[in-house]
C-alpha cells in the first residue's frame, strides 16, 4: 500500500468505529482466517468489530478462535443488513468484487460506509477507498499480517492472531507447496509461531478430521477421474445423486481437485460439481506452471481466481458442462503441451 494510504488509515482507525468485516460465499481457511484475525486485531484498537460471511462454511473451520462471533448473512439477514447499513467501516477480504459475496451483493453496494479491500485475487474493482492488492501474495493472511505491521502494531499480534493468519497461510498454500509460497511467506509464519500458533494442532484441525463418508465420496471422485493424455488434462465429476448418496457436507469435496494435478504429465486438472439447489455446476480449476486457469474460468466459466487456482460455474447440466470443457481444451492445447 501507499505510505500515504497507510497514513490515512491509521488515522481512521485512531478512535473507535463501527467495522463490519466480509468474506466471499463459500468461505475458505484465507477467509476464515484473514477475517478473523483482522477482528482480533481491531477489537484490540477498541473498535465494534462483526465478521459477517454470505453463507455457512465447513466444519474444519469452527474451531478458529473467534468463530463463534461470525454471523452468517444466509441465516440472520435482517440484523446483518441493519450492522452494513450502520458501519463507518467495511473491509471486504478475500475477495475483489461485489458479486463474490453472493446474496451481500445489493447490501454492499448500498452501504456508505468506507470500504476497505484486503485481497490477492487478480483484476479488483474500483469499489474501494483503499485498496490493498497483491496477486505476488501466498494469501490474505499474510497481507493482513503485513498491514498490521504497515500501522506499526506488529506487538498486538497474540496467539489468537497468530492462529487465523497461520490457518490461512497454511491452507491458501496447500501445506507450503504451492509455488506462491515464498522466503517472506516461511519468514511471516515463522513469525506467527514464535507468536504462539500451533502449527501441528492447526493442520491437524484442518486435514485430519475425515468422516467415514467423506472418503467414501473421495473414493466415489477418483472412480469417476478421466485423463485427456493429448491435452494433459484430467477432471472429476460429482452428480448430485453421489453427494447425497455419501452424505456431503460442506467442505467434503476441498482439495480433490488436486488429486488430478498430481497425475504425472498432468498440466490442468478440474472438478465439476452438480449444486442442484442453486442450480449450477460448482467447477475448480488448477494448474501447474505458466498456464493461467484464471484466464480460462473468466472467458468460459463466469469465475477468476488465481493463475494456478480458479474456480467458476455453469449453468449448463453437468453433461453438458463436462462436454464444454472438452470442447475448449483443443485452443489451448497450444499451452498445454508446451508447459
Same mark, same amino acid.
Given at each position: 500500500?501507499?505510505?500515504?494510504?497507510?497514513?490515512?488509515?491509521?488515522?481512521?482507525? %485512531? /478512535?473507535?468505529?463501527? #467495522?463490519? @468485516?466480509?468474506? *466471499?460465499?463459500? $468461505? +475458505?481457511?484465507? =477467509?476464515?482466517?484473514?477475517?478473523?484475525?483482522?477482528?482480533?486485531?481491531?477489537?484490540?484498537?477498541?473498535?465494534?468489530?462483526?465478521?459477517?460471511?454470505?453463507?455457512?462454511?465447513?466444519?474444519?473451520?469452527?474451531?478458529?478462535?473467534?468463530?463463534?462471533?461470525?454471523?452468517?448473512?444466509?441465516?440472520?439477514?435482517?440484523?446483518?443488513?441493519?450492522?452494513?447499513?450502520?458501519?463507518?467501516?467495511?473491509?471486504?477480504?478475500?475477495?475483489?468484487?461485489?458479486?463474490?459475496?453472493?446474496?451481500?451483493?445489493?447490501?454492499?453496494?448500498? %452501504? /456508505?460506509?468506507?470500504? #476497505?479491500? @484486503?485481497?490477492? *485475487?487478480?483484476? $479488483? +474493482?474500483?469499489? =474501494?477507498?483503499?485498496?490493498?492488492?497483491?496477486?505476488?501474495?501466498?494469501?490474505?493472511?499474510?497481507?493482513?499480517?503485513?498491514?498490521?505491521?504497515?500501522?506499526?502494531?506488529?506487538?498486538?499480534?497474540?496467539?489468537?492472531?497468530?492462529?487465523?493468519?497461520?490457518?490461512?497461510?497454511?491452507?491458501?498454500?496447500?501445506?507450503?507447496?504451492f509455488p506462491c509460497t515464498t522466503s517472506t511467506t516461511h519468514q511471516v509464519v515463522a513469525h506467527l509461531i514464535e507468536?504462539?500458533?500451533?502449527?501441528?494442532?492447526?493442520?491437524?484441525?484442518?486435514?485430519? /478430521?475425515?468422516?467415514?463418508?467423506?472418503?467414501?465420496?473421495?473414493?466415489?471422485?477418483?472412480?469417476?477421474?478421466?485423463?485427456?493424455?493429448?491435452?494433459?488434462?484430467?477432471?472429476?465429476?460429482?452428480?448430485?445423486?453421489?453427494?447425497?448418496?455419501?452424505?456431503?457436507?460442506?467442505?467434503?469435496?476441498?482439495?480433490?481437485?488436486?488429486?488430478?494435478?498430481?497425475?504425472?504429465?498432468?498440466?490442468?486438472?478440474?472438478?465439476?460439481?452438480?449444486?442442484?439447489?442453486?442450480?449450477?455446476?460448482?467447477?475448480?480449476?488448477?494448474?501447474?506452471?505458466?498456464?493461467?486457469?484464471?484466464?480460462m474460468s473468466r472467458m468460459h466459466f463466469n469465475g477468476g481466481g488465481h493463475t494456478n487456482a480458479a474456480g467458476g460455474?455453469?449453468?449448463?447440466?453437468?453433461?453438458?458442462?463436462?462436454?464444454?470443457?472438452?470442447?475448449?481444451?483443443?485452443?489451448?492445447?497450444?499451452?498445454?503441451?508446451?508447459?
Amino acid at each position: 500500500m501507499k505510505k500515504q494510504d497507510i497514513s490515512s488509515i491509521k488515522k481512521l482507525l %485512531s /478512535t473507535p468505529k463501527n #467495522i463490519v @468485516i466480509v468474506a *466471499h460465499k463459500n $468461505p +475458505d481457511g484465507d =477467509a476464515i482466517g484473514s477475517t478473523l484475525g483482522l477482528q482480533h486485531y481491531l477489537l484490540k484498537k477498541q473498535h465494534q468489530v462483526q465478521i459477517i460471511v454470505p453463507n455457512d462454511y465447513p466444519s474444519f473451520l469452527k474451531w478458529v478462535p473467534g468463530n463463534q462471533r461470525i454471523l452468517v448473512y444466509d441465516y440472520q439477514t435482517k440484523s446483518c443488513n441493519t450492522l452494513i447499513q450502520e458501519a463507518d467501516i467495511i473491509f471486504t477480504l478475500d475477495f475483489n468484487a461485489f458479486h463474490r459475496a453472493g446474496n451481500m451483493e445489493h447490501a454492499l453496494q448500498q %452501504s /456508505t460506509a468506507l470500504k #476497505i479491500m @484486503i485481497d490477492h *485475487h487478480q483484476a $479488483p +474493482d474500483d469499489y =474501494a477507498a483503499y485498496t490493498y492488492s497483491d496477486v505476488s501474495m501466498s494469501s490474505t493472511c499474510e497481507m493482513v499480517y503485513h498491514f498490521i505491521n504497515l500501522l506499526g502494531d506488529d506487538n498486538l499480534v497474540d496467539v489468537d492472531i497468530a492462529t487465523c493468519l497461520y490457518l490461512g497461510i497454511m491452507t491458501d498454500t496447500g501445506s507450503f507447496r504451492f509455488p506462491c509460497t515464498t522466503s517472506t511467506t516461511h519468514q511471516v509464519v515463522a513469525h506467527l509461531i514464535e507468536r504462539g500458533a500451533n502449527n501441528a494442532f492447526i493442520h491437524n484441525s484442518v486435514y485430519d /478430521t475425515n468422516s467415514y463418508e467423506r472418503l467414501q465420496l473421495l473414493g466415489c471422485a477418483l472412480s469417476n477421474l478421466k485423463v485427456i493424455p493429448e491435452a494433459r488434462t484430467a477432471y472429476i465429476t460429482l452428480s448430485q445423486e453421489e453427494l447425497n448418496r455419501f452424505n456431503y457436507k460442506k467442505g467434503d469435496t476441498e482439495g480433490m481437485v488436486n488429486y488430478g494435478l498430481s497425475l504425472e504429465g498432468i498440466v490442468l486438472a478440474a472438478i465439476f460439481i452438480e449444486d442442484q439447489q442453486e442450480g449450477i455446476i460448482k467447477i475448480s480449476l488448477r494448474s501447474k506452471g505458466d498456464f493461467s486457469v484464471n484466464d480460462m474460468s473468466r472467458m468460459h466459466f463466469n469465475g477468476g481466481g488465481h493463475t494456478n487456482a480458479a474456480g467458476g460455474r455453469s449453468e449448463l447440466p453437468l453433461k453438458e458442462t463436462v462436454e464444454k470443457f472438452i470442447s475448449i481444451l483443443p485452443s489451448y492445447n497450444k499451452a498445454l503441451i508446451n508447459e
